[in-house]
């Protein structure tokens, strides 16, 4: 029997909910609605989803902690597209670097909606069967450093903790769960839940230029991250897997 792509719409307005739901299960998908996060956690408590369609302004916890919520949890790997009357470029940008897949502003068509739902899914399905990701609950360690993938940190030798962004973590996590590869633009923006071209296409280099910030690493002669001329990037460190302390 095929897959029918089940749908969580996070909004507390009802008439969105309604709009939403209706077109998208005319157009063949499962869908569940939620007012606000104490019934969107409720939900995911007992099931999983496809894909959150998730709104920024809501009562309580707004969209952009209940998306950070989601990356940091079990539901980490789900698309989140988010909803907003906001205009402003920067509330857009904060929503990505929550860990968002893709972002719509309101007012807009349910028909709109539906194909970005699409096109974020089928993204995330372009994985290679042979490129997989560590699971939560795990330290990675590679030279000098490790990533703990339930804190979404990096330790240096000392122990000593260095934040990570959204965007910094989903790339760093990338090049460990596949060391010594090298892995070009298009694969790395398919790989970290792929962006707008228009926004993330150059924004690979910047991220790995401030993964290697992090890192420490010496910009002309980078020892983990390396530039690969016309191909992309490689880690060129060996990665070892432990299970983080409980």
Known sequence: MDHIDHILIVDDDREIRDLVSGYLKKNGLRVTVAADGRQMRSFLEADRVDLVVL??????DDGLVLCRELRAGRHKATPVLMLTAR??????IVGLEMGADDYL????????????????????????????????GQLL??????????ARH??????????????????LRVFLDHPQRVLSRD????????????????????????????????AREPGYIKTVRSEGYVLAMPVEITTARQ
Do not use: C, H
Request: charged share 30%; hydrophobic share 40%; no cysteine.
């Open 55 to 60: 709104d920024v302004m809501m009562p309580g």
């Open 87 to 92: 205009t402003d470029e920067t509330d857009r």
């Open 105 to 136: 502003a309101k007012p807009f068509a349910a028909r709109e909606l539906l194909a970005r739902i699409k096109a974020v899914l089928r993204r995330t399905r372009m994985l290679p069967p042979n490129l997989t990701v560590t699971e939560v």
């Open 141 to 150: 360690t590679f030279g000098d450093w490790q990533l703990d993938t339930t």
């Open 154 to 171: 990096l330790l240096d030798k000392e122990g000593t903790v260095v934040a990570l962004s959204g965007a910094e973590y989903r790339l």
């Open 187 to 218: 694969q790395l923006l398919n790989l970290t839940q792929g962006r707008e071209a228009e926004l993330f296409e150059r924004s690979i280099d910047l991220l790995v230029s401030r993964v290697r910030q992090r890192l420490r690493d010496d």
